[in-house]
């Protein structure tokens, strides 16, 4: 299906206004509904699940040590948008089909409101998980100025119900970052990337079987999803027109499997000024970003002397990734700024030297070095099965580093793929990475290095949550655990990997 690209406005979502705010906090209520939302004027509406009735959901906007409580509020219908498989770990038919959790990505939060992936609770706390403890969630919000995201979490179903809309942006403000004169207001846009797969009818595709149908199943998960067509902001190749000036953009990764790698065809630089928990230490220019699911960048761009120009943003990476199918015409093109709207009044922000102090974290703060693998399973239907230490979901909890301590968690890539790896409540820092030989770890469970220490790309030089783990490669981040305590999970982002069975809880003990 052919959509004209580019005729389309980008959407900006809006910030939601709270119930209430006083000195002690701010209190928001959200909810989950079912409506139907225009992804293509080309298209008949779409059936979408979005928060506030809004697919991305409306942005939330919070300061650094803020209180925040939000009620979230499960209004969905009892029947699922999407097919289910009720083979995969907490979609059994034990369970409702239809539940939701919410996950603050990035968030500094106390386990009880993280969005637990057994948390979930049904329409009008109905029925709930066996780890669910309170309908409204309580944020500290202990971060420096970043742009983290929410969305569904529920075990199981998570590629569903983030696919069928359940995400939006949840950006942290200070003054500090506000005092260096950043591109801010409507300068300043959160762009959400996603790819999906459209019906003529306009309603949204998941397949319900992989390419080779397992035989005995009426539904099966996917080894990953890719979709034919890109949406930012929940538009299919949008638009948007700019001023030629300086603007903020707030890139993030909002896919099921799919890895982006965006350029410009103007061939400028784009300034990227963070990472995904927050500024980095100086601006680097950069003419291509690459980004795994549940990632962030923020860039700025600037379209002066520009006017009457358009600037394609482009997308070249394969999937899988990194060793694929190359990209089409239509998962080529990300979406297109037009520089056409007049100057409003002269462009004084900045682009700022230094941006925020960075200290790394010394290796000899570490009390412990974890081993830790990204491993190929298979399950009784003969599917693939993605696994973290060769254990499932189900395996009693191994990784239980104590409050107050610093680890080294080294991700051992024993398959073919880039992996995003998530660390829910806490940030880290990425120390390198170095090919090694698998067989040879396969057999003898030795690490036997084959290439030189590979320090992290320029890019990712900053306070992280999510790390792309190469195939063949050991990625080693640090980790100082100094906020909470309690149950947690630390994950792959592509969702269908997560959902089978790539995730595992892990507990920070007092």
Request: aromatic share 10%; with cysteine; charged share 25%.
């Given at each position: ?241 700019v001023e030629p000036r300086k ?38 220019g950069v003419t291509e970003i ?69 200290h790394k974290i010394s290796e ?147």
């Amino acid at each position: 299906m052919r959509l004209t690209p580019f005729i389309d406005e980008l959407p900006v979502p809006s910030v939601l206004k709270p119930q209430w705010k006083n000195t002690h906090g701010t209190y928001y209520e959200v909810s989950m509904t079912e409506f139907r939302q225009s992804l293509h004027s080309e298209l008949p509406d779409t059936t979408v699940w979005g928060y506030q009735g809004n697919y991305p959901g409306p942005t939330i906007e919070v300061e650094s040590g803020e209180t925040v409580w939000i009620k979230w509020i499960n209004s969905l219908p009892s029947k699922h948008l999407l097919p289910i498989d009720h083979t995969v770990h907490g979609a059994h038919r034990d369970v409702p089909d239809v539940r939701t959790v919410v996950h603050v990505h990035g968030a500094c939060v106390e386990w009880e409101s993280d969005g637990y992936p057994e948390a979930w609770f049904t329409r009008g706390f109905a029925e709930t998980g066996r780890f669910f403890r309170k309908e409204i969630h309580q944020y500290a919000n202990c971060n420096p100025a970043s742009t983290h995201w929410y969305h569904d979490h529920a075990l199981g179903i998570t590629r569903l119900n983030m696919y069928a809309g359940l995400v939006g942006f949840y950006l942290i403000r200070n003054s500090r970052e506000r005092a260096m004169n950043l591109p801010s207001g409507k300068y300043d846009v959160p762009l959400m990337i996603q790819d999906k797969k459209l019906n003529a009818d306009g309603s949204l595709y998941y397949p319900r079987q992989p390419e080779q149908p397992v035989a005995g199943l009426d539904v099966s998960i996917v080894p990953e999803f890719f979709g034919d067509t890109l949406l930012v902001n929940g538009k299919v190749h949008p638009c948007l027109r700019v001023e030629p000036r300086k603007y903020r953009f707030r890139l993030l990764n909002a896919a099921n499997s799919r890895f982006f790698r965006l350029k410009l065809d103007s061939g400028q630089l784009m300034y990227q000024i963070a990472t995904d928990d927050g500024l980095m230490k100086q601006p680097v220019g950069v003419t291509e970003i690459l980004l795994s699911p549940a990632e962030r960048a923020d860039v700025i761009i600037d379209f002066s002397n520009l006017q009457g120009q358009k600037i394609l943003m482009t997308n070249d990476a394969p999937v899988p990734f990194p060793d694929g199918e190359p990209v089409d015409e239509s998962t080529g093109r990300v979406m297109q700024f037009q520089i056409t709207l007049p100057l409003s009044h002269i462009d004084t922000s900045v682009i700022p030297a230094r941006l925020a102090p960075f200290h790394k974290i010394s290796e000899r703060a570490a009390s412990q070095v974890r081993l830790l693998t990204l491993d190929d399973a298979t399950d009784r239907y003969g599917r693939e099965r993605l696994l973290l230490n060769q254990r499932g979901w189900e395996a009693p909890v191994t990784e239980t580093p104590k409050f107050g301590t610093t680890e080294i968690w080294s991700l051992i890539n024993t398959t073919a793929d880039s992996h995003p790896i998530h660390l829910h409540l806490v940030h880290f820092q990425i120390l390198d990475r170095r090919d090694f030989d698998v067989e040879a770890f396969k057999k003898e469970k030795k690490i036997y290095y084959t290439g030189p220490v590979l320090p992290p790309d320029p890019q990712e030089c900053g306070w992280k949550d999510t790390i792309r783990a190469d195939p063949r490669q050991v990625t080693r981040i640090i980790v100082h655990f100094s906020t909470f305590t309690g149950l947690y999970v630390w994950h792959c982002h592509m969702l269908e990997h997560e959902d089978y069975e790539m995730m595992r809880p892990y507990l920070i003990l007092r």
